[in-house]
Nanobody, 114 residues
Framework: QVQIVESGGGLVHPGGSLRLSCAAS????????MGWYRQAPGKPRELVAS???????NYRDSVNGRFTISRDHDNNTVYLQMNNLKPEDTAVYYC????????WGQGTQVTVSS
């Protein structure tokens, strides 16, 4: 049994910051990559950022320079520091874990509004 626990969403004003966390636990297994997708109502799910087992990172162009993804390998936890948030960042953010199987977090709402 693998449990994915995602947290850190909330309501912030434009220019504010949030830090998302996602922890995978419950089993011993190899993790190839972790990261986040996001989905706004009526729009397709899109990749936000990812980090692999070599700590190589990938960012969507619209968040590059504002978001930073990092990973704690010992605790199988990934973080997404989101700075200078914009209204267009509003979405449900879903953590993913790429392993032999793919796992998804329950989603956390990020709302950026004045």
């Amino acid at each position: 049994q693998v449990q994915i626990v995602e947290s850190g969403g909330g309501l912030v004003h434009p220019g504010g910051s949030l830090r998302l966390s996602c922890a995978a636990s419950g089993s011993s297994f190899s993790i190839y990559a972790m990261g986040w997708y996001r989905q706004a109502p009526g729009k397709p799910r899109e990749l936000v950022a990812s980090i692999n087992d070599a700590d190589n990172t990938n960012y969507r162009d619209s968040v590059n320079g504002r978001f930073t993804i990092s990973r704690d390998h010992d605790n199988n936890t990934v973080y997404l520091q989101m700075n200078n948030l914009k209204p267009e960042d509003t979405a449900v953010y879903y953590c993913f874990v790429d392993s032999v199987y793919n796992y998804w977090g329950q989603g956390t709402q990020v709302t950026v509004s004045s």
